[in-house]
């Protein structure tokens, strides 16, 4: 297993676990981030950013509930029955 399938692993169980994340541009899972809404992307060379950004949940608690309920929210559309779901309805396509 790869570092990186570890990384973005990490990255979406926290968000199935109902937790605001904060993620670095560039990596795979990146795009399960909505900036602002369910965590923050942020720039790896700007390693202030991500002290800004932790900083703004420690000084706004509340952030951690609503942002963790979004990724939840968002998680709900990745589950593995919904994936097999569309790669059913991707073949049944395909075959007919």
């Keep these: ?8 692993a990490v990255l979406t ?3 199935a676990f109902g937790k ?3 993620c670095s ?3 795979k899972a990146v795009e399960m981030i909505v900036n602002g809404e369910n965590g923050f ?3 790896p060379g700007r390693s202030s950013k991500l002290a800004e950004y932790m900083g703004q949940f420690l000084e706004n608690p509340h952030l951690i509930e609503a942002m963790g309920k979004k990724s939840e929210e968002i998680m ?3 589950t593995p029955a919904k994936a ?8 049944k396509f395909v075959i007919n």
């Design 76 to 78: 709900i559309a990745h």
């Design 25 to 27: 541009q560039g990596a």
């Design 13 to 15: 169980e926290a968000m």
């Design 1 to 8: 297993m790869s570092i990186t399938f570890t990384r973005n």
């Design 41 to 43: 992307v942020f720039d």
């Design 20 to 22: 605001p994340v904060i």
């Design 84 to 91: 097999t779901q569309s790669f059913i309805q991707a073949l």
